[in-house]
Every structure is written in structure tokens, then in C-alpha cells.
């Protein structure tokens, strides 16, 4: 994504040790690291954990490292900011979900990061995340688990495209430095993990009939 003349002057000032431009970035980029929260956070945690509060926490932690900010964001700045919002939501998952009986067949396993475990379940849970009336729930809840082992036929590195492309909406310059890839091959990645994913939904017994129940609700 394009780079603004407020933003870069904002990175300069930040760079130097302002602490009010760094505010200033972190609200520039406010609504796309919230996205990030609502799209990682687990589903148990809702009611419970406002995402507000996690980016809260989070730009305590950025003003923690802010000394460190031009070393460490010489690529996008918004990729240093998603880097600690990232690591405040496994934080957030550790306290507030370690302890807790979980149940095997809703295993996340975020507080390790984002593998093809807890990745598979946030693109699941949200690809089906309109369809919420009661009529629906037995459905949704029976196509989630399937469509949450279809997913985990994708390779970790397509389900992560998937969920930074499709779902954190990254450019595909900023997915590439996620990911540690070319600009090239995050954009042959997701053009074709969109198309196997188009294949697994349609193959996917229920899912249609939840989709258009759906739209009529």
C-alpha cells in the first residue's frame, strides 16, 4: 500500500524519539489493526475481552519498544504495529484461556502463534460468521467443523495468505514481508489458495444451503 507525505513525516518524527507521532501512526492505522484483533481473537473471549482494550494494551507495548522503532520498521510501519498487536493477542489468549478445560475438537492453538490450527479455525468461524439465527445454529455448527478440516488440508502458508489477504485485507507487499516471500510468489500463493478454497466451500456439504439461509434471514 501506498505510503502518504503525513504518514512518512510522521515515521520521521517517530523515528526520532516522538512519541506523539507515534500515537499519531497508531491511530492512522487504528481501524486495520482492530480488523486484526476482531478476525484473531478467539471466539470465547467475546463479551469478555473488548478488542479496544487489546489495542490498548497494545500501544502500551509500542511505546515500551518505541526506541526501537526505526530499526525495527524499516520495512511498512503498520507491519511493526501488527507485530505487537499480534503478540498482545496471544497474551490476551494465554491469560485468559490457559487455564481453562478446553474441549479437543476446539482446540486453538494461538497461544503458540498463528499455525494452520488456530488459523484454520478464525477463517472457518468467520467465513460462516453472518449466520447466526437459531434456525441456523445446528447447521452452522455442524459446517464449521467440517469446513474447519477442509481447511487444514491447505498448506499453513495458504491458510495464512488466506487470512491476511482475504480477511486482515494486507496488501500484497505487506503479506510478502509477513510471510518472508516475494512480492511474486504471496500474489501466485493467494491467487491460488483463493481457488482451492472457492473448491473446498463448494465441495462442502451444507454450505450452500447456510449461505443462502443466510441471505434470507
Known amino acids: 500500500m501506498k505510503t502518504s507525505h503525513s504518514e512518512e513525516a510522521l515515521t520521521q518524527r517517530a523515528s526520532g524519539g516522538d512519541t506523539a ?4 501512526l497508531f491511530d492512522v492505522f487504528r481501524p486495520r489493526l482492530w480488523r486484526l484483533v476482531h478476525f484473531r481473537l478467539d471466539s470465547r473471549l467475546q463479551g469478555r475481552v473488548d ?20 530499526r525495527e520498521s524499516s520495512g511498512s510501519r503498520f507491519i511493526w504495529f501488527r507485530m505487537i498487536v499480534s503478540q498482545t493477542i496471544i ?3 494465554r491469560r485468559h484461556l490457559q487455564s481453562e478445560k478446553r474441549d479437543a475438537t476446539r482446540e486453538r492453538k494461538s497461544l503458540d502463534g498463528w499455525d494452520s490450527g ?4 478464525c477463517l472457518a468461524e468467520h467465513l460462516l460468521g453472518g449466520l447466526t439465527s437459531p434456525s441456523q445454529a445446528l447447521l452452522r455448527a455442524e459446517v464449521s467443523a467440517q469446513l474447519d478440516v477442509a481447511l487444514k488440508t491447505l498448506s ?36 491460488r489458495a483463493l481457488a482451492r478454497l472457492k473448491d473446498i466451500l463448494q465441495q462442502l456439504p451444507g454450505f450452500e444451503e447456510l449461505r443462502r439461509s443466510g441471505q434470507k434471514s
Open 21 to 24: 507521532a507515534l500515537a499519531e
Open 51 to 70: 478488542p479496544d482494550d487489546v489495542l490498548q494494551e497494545a500501544w502500551l507495548s509500542a511505546t515500551a519498544r518505541a526506541e526501537h522503532f526505526a
Open 91 to 93: 497474551d490476551v489468549h
Open 118 to 121: 488456530s488459523t484454520s479455525f
Open 156 to 191: 499453513e502458508l495458504d491458510q495464512e495468505v488466506l487470512a491476511l489477504r482475504h480477511f486482515e485485507e494486507l496488501g500484497n507487499n505487506e503479506t510478502a514481508e509477513v510471510l518472508q516471500l516475494t512480492e511474486q510468489a504471496a500474489s501466485v500463493r493467494y491467487v
